[in-house]
């Protein structure tokens, strides 16, 4: 019977620790892999109209994007404040689409091309007249999946 | 020389260590995805068709939108709340009988003869801003999916996200969604 006779000196014994730093690397390593960097600083404004029927955009290296607003405040002095267009890092001008949209495309593998979208961010107060020439310019360019990019949300909101 | 034993190096400031970047992580992290409407542009053709194929004038559900953002369906003012409705009521018309899934459906003659056969027009002005487009985008997808998503529990009592592939096929055929979009014009 002695053999479970309850160990002498009382106390709560001390947690290790020794599994913490375990832990926190496996979050650490899980955002490392979830992290985007941001590619691209965006100068131009970007409020993305909302929407309800949305859907979501999957293989990002498959997507290409065209950011569509005003120039930011701290380019307005240069660029107007007109809407223009972004294409990565830099302004253009819509006929400069097809060649960007072209030479993405080329980037990607043979098979997935025509899998390729192109996803038009642009801020809910452009016209459409600029939309439309964008899209007349990628018809021309032949990328024909596009996606309007929007957030999620009530579309007859309070902001209205 | 006496050989002496390596000092055991001191790992409990790794932690601290990993939790610094751990949490320079988890700032730096943006987790947006992101969503939107797709669509499909169509090819582009130098030489224009020369005459489309006959559709029936009211087998067409016009929508225009013009510059000060206002809408006109089929010939009248309509405020953007009522679109869906509205669409949803053209596309389930019914007008030649042959949808036997069409519940509710009106008949009426000057309406679509079957889902099938509607076609959904929509026309913008250069001036009209981009979010009353994708509103109004977004209220015609929101008819034919309302339509998709009834339709899926009347015939298989399940959600049409939930649905199998080959079912969801099916519902799709039954509401396809026939969007065409005219080159924009002044409306004025």
Request: aromatic share 8%; glycine share 6%; hydrophobic share 35%.
């Amino acid at each position: 019977m002695s053999k479970f006779k309850k160990k002498s000196g009382g106390g709560t014994p001390g947690i290790s620790t020794a599994s913490l730093p375990d832990i926190v690397f496996m979050l650490l390593f899980f955002f490392m892999v979830t992290t985007v960097m941001r590619e691209v600083t965006l100068k131009v404004e970007n409020t993305k109209p909302r929407a309800t029927e949305i859907k979501k955009l999957e293989r990002k290296s498959l997507v290409t994007y065209i950011y569509v607003g005003k120039p930011k405040d701290m380019y307005a002095s240069q660029l107007g404040t007109e809407p223009v267009l972004q294409l990565d890092d830099a302004i253009a001008r819509v006929n400069e689409i097809k060649t960007f949209v072209i030479s993405s495309r080329e980037e990607i593998n043979e098979q997935e091309r025509p899998l390729m979208t192109v996803s038009i961010k642009a801020d809910e107060d452009v016209k459409m007249g600029l939309i439309t020439d964008i899209k007349q310019e990628l018809r021309k360019a032949n990328s024909l999946k596009i996606n309007y990019s929007t957030r999620k949300g009530e579309v007859f909101g309070e902001d209205r | 020389m006496a050989k002496r034993a390596l000092p055991e190096i001191n790992a409990g400031s790794m932690a601290d260590i990993a939790f610094l970047l751990l949490i320079f992580f988890l700032v730096t992290t943006t987790m947006d995805v992101d969503s939107g409407i797709n669509r499909k542009l169509p090819p582009w053709d130098e030489e224009q068709l020369e005459d489309p194929p006959p559709i029936k004038k009211k087998n067409i559900f016009t929508v225009l939108v013009n510059s000060r953002n206002q809408l006109l369906v089929e010939d009248e003012y309509m405020e953007l709340e009522d679109l869906r409705e509205a669409a949803k009521r053209f596309l389930n018309n019914n007008g030649d009988g042959s949808c036997d899934y069409c519940t509710g459906a009106l008949r009426s003659q000057t309406s679509s003869d079957n889902p099938g056969k509607a076609i959904i027009s929509l026309q913008n002005d250069r001036g009209t801003n981009y979010k009353t487009y994708i509103t109004v985008q977004n209220e015609l997808a929101a008819a034919y999916n309302e339509l998709r998503e009834e339709l899926a529990q009347r015939l298989y009592g399940k959600s049409y996200d939930d649905l199998d592939d080959k079912a969801k096929e099916e519902v799709q055929n039954a509401y396809p969604q026939k969007i065409s979009e005219a080159e924009p014009v002044s409306l004025g």
